[in-house]
């Protein structure tokens, strides 16, 4: 396990990743980071629940569907997780994907 903390570049890396399990053709360099990931990677209900619930397994947080708008961004959900791990007293999370 990897207990540095992630930095936002880091954790933005992580979830790239993470989103390119959910939809392959997702390329990090095309994304714009303040339009919502939905749209841009064409993703459905069933695979953007099953990109929260990667999220969820790889940073040890729950993120409630109350929170869901929060992630509509590529932004906003860096910011996002960003807080949440410094609440959850987990600097980084599990060791990187």
Sequence with gaps: MNDAPLDRTTLQQVVLSILRRT???VSGTS???????????DIDSIDWLNFIVALHER?????????YA????????V??????????????GKAAA
């Design 23 to 25: 939809a392959p053709e």
């Design 59 to 67: 940073f040890a947080i729950d993120i409630p569907e109350s929170d």
């Design 79 to 92: 910011s996002y997780l960003a807080t949440r791990l410094q609440i959850a007293g987990a600097p980084g």
């Design 70 to 77: 929060k992630l509509a961004t590529l932004d906003g959900l």
């Design 31 to 41: 994304l714009d980071p303040g339009r919502p990931l939905r749209d841009q990677a």
